[in-house]
């Protein structure tokens, strides 16, 4: 008994260890690489202060969403228990009546024509399954429509930023690598992802022990450097965004993750546990990141002084007296000039260390290292949750396919799965979607930025803000509060879930005001910013010969 019980922790530590990679691995996506673009007026304290609140609204949202997967579990189980067997379909009893004959040795008990199987057939929850049983008519469809832009454009923004980062270390231009980017990782996902599952999860584990060594390494170029980090709180909103696509879309990949769990308690709790530990290394990560780039990295492009040191590494001085110092102008090695390029923050990062710093280089190699290994777990693991959720779609389309269910029985799917009409629909809704993140991004192949702040940010936050919280508030109801749940929550605590609509619905229309704004007046900062035209870089000039380096 003591050998099984420790075979069961030792296996529920195991699983548990992958729920946190793979949360990790969903949200260290591209966020990360453009959080501190958004940086380069703001500096770092504003930019805490709406991250910290953004950390508190997502470990709300995935304590009551864990609650909403378990209820539509016992939704499931309801809906078959007040259906009943008598309720069966005709033709679904006769093809069950047969297989039993052909198969004495099935589990199921015969009761006449009618099967009564000991236990009953619940699917895993899914997007889609979640809208169907707590979204109304006309909601539910918009929310798949909503959910699948959100998917596309997500990875349309993981596609620039793998092919931006595997043509930096190459030497190539992206748009070059944008088809096979994209194209080999959606073979992947679509024909062999449960095959490499377990070394995306070993890459995961990597990929956050890389940014971990990632971020040491940099802190330690930037304790030499000591460059200014200027503070503007009148650019709060700035990184707002941003920020909430970094820590955003874990919802996405929770119902994914919530299957590969029993529905007990124990593990219920520990499932939860391990996705807001997986939240919290993020967002942990994601501070010292930016933190570090901007030890680094000129906030804007301007002109400093530094010092010719060792190995001709310069190092930043804050007095320009210094006989021995030297003007650099950074016109277009800056967080600021990385925005206007739609490029990601690494760009700017390992060319400045290249430059400046050349005894660091091998930082630089380290740093294109872990952003080729994180975006390329990102792209598998998102198009992994996004095919999860097309596959809902077609299962309740063919819900009643009668080869499939007759295959079944037999416990051959792996091999027969494909004759039917059910495999061929969810293989081309599968390439399909992807052939539209291939055709958006070779489209817009500047669009990284602007595609993560506007698009994603948008449709997480109104996924969040709207649908699931409409979900949360249907399952809680009176209609549904009597389903009983492995591990509910308490009822002081219900009464938080209404902060999540004022958080994320307030985000979506901070979207949609500077989104209209800045298409009226594109050159101009918000009402509240100080300072010039936003997106104007503004770099002195220096004539006399000798006295500057332009980077």
Not at 15 to 37: N, S
Request: hydrophobic residues 50%.
């Amino acid at each position: 008994m003591t050998d099984c019980f420790c075979e069961d922790l030792f296996g529920n530590c195991i699983k548990f260890m992958f729920l946190d990679f793979v949360t990790i691995a969903t949200i260290l996506g591209t966020g990360i690489l453009g959080l501190p673009v958004k940086l380069a007026h703001s500096g770092l304290y504003p930019f805490l202060i709406t991250f910290i609140v953004g950390v508190l609204m997502q470990v709300l949202l995935i304590w009551f969403f864990t609650d909403l997967l378990q209820r539509c579990r016992a939704k499931q189980l309801q809906s078959a228990k007040d259906r009943g067997p008598e309720n069966l379909p005709l033709n679904e009893m006769e093809l069950e009546d047969e297989i039993e004959e052909e198969h004495e040795t099935n589990d199921a008990v015969m009761a006449g024509h009618i099967i009564i199987p000991k236990e009953v057939e619940v699917r895993p929850p899914n997007l889609h399954l979640l809208g169907e049983l707590f979204l109304g008519n006309g909601v539910r469809q918009l929310f798949d429509v909503v959910l699948l832009i959100q998917f596309i454009a997500i990875l349309i923004s993981y596609a620039l930023a793998g092919s931006e980062a595997y043509a930096e270390s190459i030497g190539v231009d992206h748009v070059y690598l944008i088809a096979p980017f994209v194209w080999i990782l959606a073979f992947i996902v679509v024909f062999a992802f449960q095959f490499i599952q377990p070394l995306v999860s070993l890459l995961t584990f990597g990929k956050g022990s890389l940014l971990l060594a990632t971020v040491v390494m940099t802190f330690f170029v930037g304790a030499s450097i000591h460059h200014e980090i200027k503070t503007d709180f009148t650019f709060t909103g700035d990184p707002f965004l941003m920020g909430t696509v970094a820590l955003g879309g874990i919802v996405n990949i929770m119902p994914f993750l919530y299957s590969k769990i029993q529905p007990y308690e124990n593990q219920i709790v520990g499932y939860r546990r391990a996705v807001v530990l997986g939240l919290l290394t993020c967002a942990l990560l994601n501070v010292l990141w930016c933190w570090a780039i901007l030890d680094i990295v000129p906030q804007r492009s301007s002109c400093f002084q530094y010092v010719p040191h060792h190995n001709n590494t310069l190092h930043y001085v804050h007095d320009s007296s210094s006989d021995a110092s030297q003007l650099v102008c950074a016109r277009n090695l800056s967080l600021e000039s990385a925005e206007q390029n739609g490029e990601i923050a690494t760009i700017p990062l390992t060319q400045v260390i290249h430059q400046l710093y050349p005894g660091y280089d091998w930082v630089a190699t380290l740093i294109e290292c872990f952003i080729i290994i994180s975006i390329t777990v990102s792209f598998l693991t998102m198009g992994a949750a996004m095919q999860h959720t097309l596959f809902g779609w077609v299962e309740s389309v063919f819900g009643s396919d009668k080869i499939s269910s007759y295959m079944a029985k037999f416990r051959v799917v792996n091999r027969c799965s494909c004759i039917t009409n059910q495999c061929a629909c969810r293989l081309a809704l599968s390439l399909g979607a992807f052939g539209a993140v291939f055709v958006v991004a070779m489209v817009n192949s500047k669009g990284f930025v602007s595609m993560l702040e506007k698009v994603a940010s948008l449709l997480i936050n109104l996924e969040v803000g709207c649908f699931v919280f409409l979900m949360i508030q249907r399952a809680t109801g009176a209609q549904n509060g009597y389903l009983q749940v492995p591990s509910p929550l308490g009822q002081c605590f219900y009464k938080l879930k209404y902060l999540i609509p004022v958080y994320f619905n307030f985000a979506v229309l901070y979207d949609l005001f500077t989104t209209i704004y800045e298409l009226v007046g594109r050159e101009y900062n918000l009402p509240w910013e100080s300072g010039g035209q936003r997106g104007v870089i503004e770099v002195p000039e220096y004539d006399v010969e000798g006295n500057a380096t332009a980077l």
